[in-house]
């Protein structure tokens, strides 16, 4: 049978066929369309483990797990056979209406099981979702608590938590928004616990309780009455792998108890063992109310999100409280449900959650720092199975690269060239690999990131 997914069907399509179909017919999401016409498309046709390979053959390593998700790796029978069985028994049915089937209830319970502090789970199909979700249901919450007024949910700067009109809103990109135009009212942002770029006149620690006090004096000033909740990522992603220094979420966690607001930590990328623990806030030992997740639930393979609640939130939403008007079509889709608790199962049987933290983690974190001596590097940061690169132009002075530069969009391409993804906020490199990385893949990232760094010096 011709199937057009399929490249192998159609070995007469060329590179070129393929990127001038692309051009012709499909609008990328965050991509400038006139910089993709000038050169096309890098077309990725087949993966395997840590590797992806392009339509020509070049066997690239994945510094990022795709868009930081594929934690078990590429190629995992066990969830194509999940999905399979899944989609013959039960391709799909809805969680409305008093109605519910055994993938979706059997996740949730191994969720919550995973997460005890956790007594329900809310599916969505996406991270942008479960942040629209955790609105709605903060919102909710206040109203049933007989506080409406309580609207505010305080975010932060150079935040992200998705596209949607409420993740755009709660992320904190400047050119979002400038973009956007009107966003959703009633959601503040404050100064974010980046270090390295905007704190190095003080200690990290220092630093860190003054980013985190900047939340108990904008409670102050808006009025605590008015205050809902605070959310953010236990460590940006997007926004460049900030990792906030130690004394930062213990302060946000006193804070948000004294004034009773909600915390929530977003966990899209930190959920599911990428810090080394099953959860970011298991890493930071904070204690959120509300815990959105998406990405790795399923190592990517099959979209779906969701919201972890946590009794305070569940006990008010489930108690007298009538009906809750939210859902989405495919909240709890079986099939996804069905790879994520395959995915879950592969993170168990083979302790990867662990191995980040005892083995492959601390081994990527030490080979990463040796980075740190070449002439283009400010700083190598990382954590559990994150990294970041910072390219500078100077690195005493840590001076960056004027934007217009493009230098780490530069050092991107040569790292593609040269069989490697890594991914570039302006000018910081990010890695977030698959949780399978070798050793010996380890040293290889490594080794290509240097040659890159050269090449773009
Ligand atoms: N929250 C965080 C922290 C994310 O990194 C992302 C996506 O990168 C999202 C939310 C949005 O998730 P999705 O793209 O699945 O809507």
């Not at 992200?160 to 959703?184: K, R």
């Given at each position: 049978m011709n199937n057009p997914m399929n490249t192998a069907a159609h070995p007469e399509r060329t590179r070129e066929e393929w990127q001038h179909l692309d051009r012709q017919h499909h609008l990328h999401p965050f991509t400038d369309f006139k910089e993709l016409a000038g050169k096309g498309s890098r077309i990725i046709s087949r993966a395997e483990g840590a590797y992806v390979w392009d339509v020509d053959g070049h066997q690239i390593l994945d510094g990022m797990a795709g868009l930081w998700c594929v934690n078990v790796g590429y190629g995992r029978k066990e969830i194509a056979d999940a999905v399979y069985t899944q989609m013959q028994q039960l391709p799909y049915y809805n969680n409305f209406f008093q109605t519910a089937h055994p993938p979706a209830i059997e996740l949730a319970r191994q969720l919550t099981e995973l997460a005890p502090r956790f007594k329900q789970v809310f599916f969505t199909g996406s991270g942008s979702e479960a942040n629209d979700?955790?609105?709605?249901?903060?919102?909710?919450?206040?109203?049933?608590?007989?506080?409406?007024?309580?609207?505010?949910?305080?975010?932060?700067?150079?935040?992200?938590?998705?596209?949607?009109?409420?993740?755009?809103?709660?992320?904190?990109?400047?050119?979002?928004?400038?973009?956007?135009?009107?966003?959703?009212?009633?959601?503040?942002?404050?100064?974010?616990?980046?270090?390295?770029?905007?704190?190095?006149?003080?200690?990290?620690?220092?630093?860190?309780?003054?980013?985190?006090?900047?939340?108990?004096?904008?409670?102050?000033?808006?009025?605590?009455?008015?205050v809902a909740a605070f959310i953010g990522e236990p460590i940006q992603g997007a926004g460049g792998v900030i990792i906030p220094p130690a004394t930062y979420w213990p302060e946000i966690q006193k804070i948000c108890d004294e004034y009773g607001i909600l915390l929530v930590t977003d966990e899209v990328i930190c959920g599911f063992g990428r810090t080394g623990e099953w959860f970011g806030a298991d890493y930071f030992g904070v204690k959120p109310d509300l815990m959105p997740v998406a990405k790795g639930i399923t190592s990517g393979y099959i979209p779906l999100g969701g919201v972890m609640v946590s009794e305070r939130v569940s006990d008010v939403l489930m108690g007298d409280a009538g009906e809750f008007y939210h859902g989405f079509t495919y909240s709890g889709h079986p099939v996804a449900c069905a790879a994520a608790l395959a995915n879950l199962a592969i993170l168990r049987q083979e302790h990867l959650v662990t191995r980040i933290r005892d083995d492959i983690g601390p081994y990527l974190q030490q080979q990463l720092r040796t980075l740190q001596a070449h002439p283009l590097v400010g700083e190598v940061r990382g954590l559990g199975l994150f990294g970041a690169i910072e390219l500078v132009a100077d690195k005493a002075s840590h001076r960056r690269f004027d934007s217009k530069q493009g230098v780490g969009m530069r050092c991107r391409e040569h790292c593609f060239q040269n069989g490697l993804i890594m991914r570039a906020v302006s000018d910081t490199m990010i890695i977030a690999p698959p949780f399978i990385l070798s050793h010996a893949q380890v040293d290889e990232l490594v080794s290509k990131a240097w040659k890159c760094l050269d090449l773009t010096a």
């Open positions: 979700t955790v609105l709605r249901m903060i919102w909710r919450y206040w109203q049933l608590q007989d506080q409406p007024q309580r609207r505010v949910v305080i975010s932060r700067k150079n935040a992200y938590h998705g596209s949607t009109l409420g993740g755009a809103s709660l992320g904190g990109f400047g050119v979002v928004h400038e973009q956007m135009g009107t966003l959703i009212p009633d959601i503040v942002h404050i100064n974010q616990p980046y270090w390295y770029g905007e704190g190095q006149d003080m200690s990290p620690e220092e630093f860190g309780l003054l980013r985190a006090r900047e939340l108990r004096d904008t409670i102050e000033e808006i009025g605590a009455d008015k």
